[in-house]
T-cell receptor
Framework: GENVEQHPSTLSVQEGDSAVIKCTYS??????FPWYKQELGKRPQLIID?????GEKKDQRIAVTLNKTAKHFSLHITETQPEDSAVYFC???????????FGTGTRLTVIP | DAGITQSPRHKVTETGTPVTLRCHQT?????MYWYRQDPGHGLRLIHY???????DKGEVSDGYSVSRSKTEDFLLTLESATSSQTSVYFC?????????????FGQGTRLTVV
């Protein structure tokens, strides 16, 4: 099955700086890559996703890049704010599949 | 937020007892999922349902069973709870398979097996 690895496990940045979280996947057939944000004690919520027919997608301060050849994708958060502090999970799947394979999570702390 | 309610939100149970967790949705979504979340493992799929009475196993299904007798309810049963099943359990729903669309998660159930 699919194996998703995520780094780093913890990340601290100063408010206003950028944060980058990286994931790799093993199954070359995977073509859907969502990112979920989970605030302390809350449910995971989708913040952005990308499909393998594009290399980059942006939504305001958040962007995701995908390198299919290297089988890795990254989450970029610019101008970080304290409310960005949370655990972020990457995931991989393929069209029609009934499972999301999650990374182990990155705890992001934005220091005011 | 998508209309997903999990119950109970917290439960402590003894080893060897049966436990049932409930997921209730008001979105009329076809697909429902049970995940468990453990430190160092992210979220892992236990079972999923693709329609009423249609279910299948996920990555970590041993020791768990599920049932879906109507669209809105998906039950997860631990037949004989073990300490290794101490975890936070999340239900998720989606209109299409999760490889095609966003999954919406419930608030989670924290289960402790003592």
């Amino acid at each position: 099955g699919e194996n998703v690895e995520q780094h780093p496990s913890t990340l601290s940045v100063q408010e206003g700086d950028s944060a980058v979280i990286k994931c790799t996947y093993s199954d070359s057939a995977s073509n859907y890559f969502p990112w979920y944000k989970q605030e302390l004690g809350k449910r995971p919520q989708l913040i952005i996703d990308i499909r393998s027919n594009v290399g980059e997608k942006k939504d305001q301060r958040i962007a995701v890049t995908l390198n299919k050849t290297a089988k890795h994708f990254s989450l970029h958060i610019t101008e970080t704010q304290p409310e960005d502090s949370a655990v972020y999970f990457c995931a991989a799947s393929k069209a029609g599949a009934n499972n999301l394979f999650f990374g182990t999570g990155t705890r992001l702390t934005v220091i005011p | 937020d998508a209309g997903i309610t999990q119950s109970p939100r917290h439960k402590v149970t003894e080893t060897g007892t049966p436990v049932t967790l409930r997921c209730h949705q008001t979105e009329n979504h076809r697909y429902m999922y049970w995940y468990r979340q453990d430190p160092g493992h992210g979220l892992r799929l236990i079972h999923y349902s693709y329609g009423v009475k249609d279910t299948d196993k996920g990555e970590v299904s041993d020791g768990y069973s599920v049932s879906r007798s109507k669209t809105e309810d998906f039950l997860l049963t631990l037949e004989s709870a073990t300490s290794s099943q101490t975890s936070v359990y999340f239900c998720a729903i989606s209109e299409l398979p999760v490889g095609n669309t966003e999954a919406f998660f419930g608030q989670g159930t924290r289960l402790t097996v003592v």
